[in-house]
Nanobody, 120 residues
């Protein structure tokens, strides 16, 4: 069993930055960040392989967000810069080991989520 605890969400103005953290227990997995806006489905944002060797981003996150991990601390980070109102949503951390880390179905463990609100 893996437990995931997110932190770092909050309210920020457009153009601002936030860094999300996800502390994990247990073994290392591929880690992903997903977000869910009100009334919308949960969508992929970014992912990183267990050894940190490969990262993946949705098109809207490329160039603005950076995912990283510190396996010694069992923690994954999502640095979000140049935030836009459309980035608003609940951000979920997830752990999995599937072939395509961009797919929600590949993840087994999920955190409770942290709210990110970007005001215009």
């Amino acid at each position: 069993q893996v437990q995931l605890v997110e932190s770092g969400g909050g309210l920020v103005q457009a153009g601002g930055s936030l860094r999300l953290s996800c502390a994990a227990s247990g073994r290392t997995y591929t880690m992903g960040w997903f977000r869910q806006a009100p009334g919308k489905e949960r969508e992929f944002v970014a992912a990183i392989r267990s050894n940190g060797g490969s990262t993946y981003y949705t098109d809207s996150a490329k160039g603005r967000f950076t995912i990283s991990r510190d396996n010694a601390k069992n923690t994954v980070y999502l640095q979000m810069n140049s935030l836009k109102p459309e980035d608003t949503g609940v951000y979920f951390c997830a752990a999995g080991y599937g072939f395509d880390p961009r797919m929600l179905s590949q993840y087994v463990y999920w955190g409770q989520g942290t709210q990110v609100t970007v005001s215009s």
